[in-house]
Nanobody
Framework: QVQLEESGGGSVHAGGSLRLSCTVS????????MGWFRQVSGKGREGVAV???????NYADSVKGRFTISQDNAKNTLYLQMNSLKPEDTAMYYC????????????????????????????????WGKGTLVTVSS
């Protein structure tokens, strides 16, 4: 069983930085899609950044050039470095994983998740953390 736990959220002023971490418990194998999603109370969840097991990444237009997703496989940890934060970045941030179970994850299926919406907020991801709150004040 895979479990995800986010940390690193907090309150910062506009222009500040935060680094979110997602610790992964259990084996996710060598073929996966992992990502960060965010949700404002009363609104739908949106994709922020995703990373495929081959290292490919993609970002929502609203965060390109400001956020960076990365992973440390030795530490079983996913990161989201957030710079130049804006008040509109305020949200609950969730880490999620989709495990293929095979030897190759379809890259396009992962990368597109930051460009679409999901009616049930699942984005087809198998596992979710409980979230960490980011608040950016002006």
């Amino acid at each position: 069983q895979v479990q995800l736990e986010e940390s690193g959220g907090g309150s910062v002023h506009a222009g500040g930085s935060l680094r979110l971490s997602c610790t992964v418990s259990g084996s996710i194998g060598s073929s996966y899609c992992m990502g960060w999603f965010r949700q404002v109370s009363g609104k739908g969840r949106e994709g922020v950044a995703v990373i495929v097991s081959d290292g490919s990444t993609n970002y929502a237009d609203s965060v390109k050039g400001r956020f960076t997703i990365s992973q440390d496989n030795a530490k079983n940890t996913l990161y989201l470095q957030m710079n130049s934060l804006k008040p509109e970045d305020t949200a609950m941030y969730y880490c999620a994983a989709d495990l293929d179970g095979g030897s190759w994850y379809p890259k396009g299926l992962c990368l597109v998740r930051v460009n679409v919406t999901s009616a049930d907020n699942s984005y087809g991801m198998d596992y979710w953390g409980k979230g960490t709150l980011v608040t950016v004040s002006s």
